[in-house]
């Protein structure tokens, strides 16, 4: 089955402690993205794919890292969690032309105390 | 600076009617693209319908048309005959970008209800 997946599904943990969340895509998509959702505020781009060894930074990138070292796989990495990183997030991929519309994962709920 | 508008934070419709979700983008690009997406009340995004700045037809996808006013620069869902499961909260987004790069812009969505 197609699918973007991402772990873990929910989170709660604390302010500094390092985290990751992966996300693994097996439709051999090019361009591959994080959103954070907040009520209010739609999705928001934290940082985005066009392939492997190749990122950029959305419109929300402060306090995330992300590394695309295989096609399937874009990691998001918080260093140092805030409470302000509280979010529903997504990770999302599609192919590379720009008419094709973007798979969602699930998302992952993160709290920051 | 590039942005999505949607001015709707909710709205509600009878079963059986139509309805049509608001969207206005703002870019200074020429080449960009317009899509919707549905979240119901689960949480997954689902995409509807897609829409090229160069294509001259408005799209559609079954029940789901797109309404591209490109001097107005707006691109509104239009939803015909709803649905009870098409109670959902609805994102317009615009991808940017050219030379092999783009990005993302989701407006803030608008929330349905549809009426028995």
């Known amino acids: 089955e197609a699918q973007v997946t991402q772990n873990p599904r929910y989170l709660i943990t604390v302010t500094g402690k390092k985290l990751t969340v992966t996300c693994s895509q097996n439709?051999?998509?090019?361009?591959m993205s994080w959103y954070r959702q907040d009520p209010g505020l739609g999705l928001r781009q934290i940082y985005y794919s066009m392939n492997v060894e190749v990122t950029d930074k959305g419109d929300v990138p402060e306090g995330y890292k992300v590394s695309r070292k295989e096609k399937r796989n874009f990691p998001l990495i918080l260093e140092s969690p805030s409470p302000n990183q509280t979010s529903l997030y997504f990770c999302?991929?599609?192919?590379?032309?720009?008419?094709?519309?973007?798979?969602f994962g699930d998302g992952t709920r993160l709290s920051i105390l | 600076a590039q942005k999505i508008t949607q001015t709707q934070p909710g709205m509600f419709v009878q079963e059986k009617e139509a309805v049509t979700l608001d969207c206005t983008y703002d870019t200074s690009d020429q080449s960009y693209g317009l899509f919707w997406y549905k979240q119901p009340s689960s949480g997954e995004m689902i995409f509807l319908i897609y829409q090229g700045s160069y294509d001259e037809q408005n799209a559609t996808e079954g029940r789901y048309s797109l309404n591209f006013q490109k001097a107005r620069k707006s691109a509104n869902l239009v939803i015909s005959a709803s649905q009870l499961g098409d109670s959902a909260m609805y994102f317009c987004a615009m991808r940017e970008g050219s030379s092999g790069t783009y990005k993302y812009i989701f407006g803030t969505g608008t929330r349905l209800k549809v009426l028995a």
């Open positions: 439709m051999n998509h090019e361009y």
């Open positions: 999302a991929s599609s192919f590379g032309n720009p008419n094709q519309p973007q798979h």
